[in-house]
């Protein structure tokens, strides 16, 4: 199994909803993260966990709340977004944090009304 | 600190002719990572290529190569024989050897034209 799957493809919320996006990876990979992607703009990071363990958070507003369950799974939990959070939420993971290559997945295309 | 530069927001090639794609950077680091990505409008990321600062040799996967020039801060990604599914936007991106910090460009789109 080579793919990074996400979960759910396309979602939409309100301001005072709680909702969360679902990462999971079955290549044994130890380093995941989650990349927030606006229209026509480069994929910027937001959080690496390596290890399941929370390395680097990019200044993230903590209406964004990162989780890693175990190895496999990375969550991203959302709670009172704004209209200026709607993007593409895309996970990534590589073997090791400082591997060369990220393995993405397809994305969370996420509408804040 | 970290740059990417990608000086062509976007661009056209006929089915079955070449492109380049050009990608100029800045970094201190003396060991780094160059990536080439392919983002198709279904939106996932898919890995082209990857050259390490220390390759000497330019790095080839199919019909991608990267022309690594390092002294001038350039690697620019060279699609061979273009076909119509290589249309697609394409970042271009750096790495620092330790932190796995992906620094992308603005990307360029690549029409192919039939």
């Known amino acids: 199994d080579t793919e990074v799957t996400q979960t759910p493809k396309h979602l939409v919320m309100g301001m005072t909803n709680k909702k969360s996006l679902k990462c999971e990876q079955h290549?044994?990979?130890?380093?995941m993260y989650w990349y927030k992607q606006k229209a026509k703009k480069p994929p910027e990071l937001m959080f690496v966990y390596s290890y399941e363990k929370l390395s680097i958070n990019e200044s993230v507003p903590s209406r964004f709340s990162p989780e890693c369950p175990n190895s496999s799974l990375l969550n991203l939990h959302l709670h009172a977004l704004q209209p200026e959070d709607s993007a593409l939420y895309l996970c990534?993971?590589?073997?090791?944090?400082?591997?060369?290559?990220?393995?993405f997945g397809p994305g969370t295309r996420l509408t804040v009304l | 600190a970290q740059k990417i530069t990608q000086t062509q927001p976007g661009m056209f090639v006929q089915e079955k002719e070449a492109v380049t794609l050009d990608c100029t950077y800045d970094?201190?680091?003396?060991?780094?990572?160059l990536f080439w990505y392919k983002q198709p409008s279904s939106g996932e990321m898919i890995f082209l290529i990857y050259q390490g600062s220390y390759d000497e040799q330019n790095a080839t996967e199919g019909r991608y190569s990267l022309n690594f020039q390092k002294a001038r801060k350039s690697a620019n990604l060279v699609i061979s024989a273009s076909q119509l599914g290589d249309s697609a936007m394409y970042f271009c991106a750096i790495s620092a050897e330790y932190g796995n910090k992906l620094v992308f460009g603005a990307g360029t789109i690549l029409r192919v034209k039939s």
């Open positions: 970094t201190s680091d003396q060991s780094y990572g």
């Open positions: 290549m044994g990979h130890r380093a």
């Open positions: 990534a993971s590589s073997q090791e944090w400082g591997d060369n290559e990220q393995f």
